[in-house]
């Protein structure tokens, strides 16, 4: 299937189409602050925020997408990037104690 055959009612793209996307985005931004030693203390609070994010807003995708609207691996490729994004910097905060 194409894009440009993803469409919603009226033959324009649902916004339900750019939560896969978003997902996608916000979870490489959590994963690369969250796994990147220089910029942990950087993007400290956004990190687990995108993390967070991409976790939800790549479920709600893959929802979408199971009901024909939406792409499905872009939602679940930003739903696992956000969950290791999450995951990792809680994990790091916690092994410090923080």
Known sequence: MS???VSGAGGS??????LGPT???????SVVGAWV??????TLPWTIIAGAL????????VHHARRGVGR?????AGTA??????VGFTA???SFGG
């Open 92 to 94: 790091l905060l916690w």
């Open 23 to 29: 997902a996608l985005v916000l979870g490489v931004f």
């Open 13 to 18: 793209d649902s916004p339900a189409v750019a």
């Open 81 to 86: 990037l956000g969950a290791v994004g999450f």
């Open 37 to 42: 030693p220089a910029l942990v203390l950087v």
């Open 72 to 76: 499905l691996w872009i939602a679940v």
């Open 3 to 5: 894009e440009s055959t």
């Open 54 to 61: 991409a976790v939800v807003l790549g479920a709600m995708g």
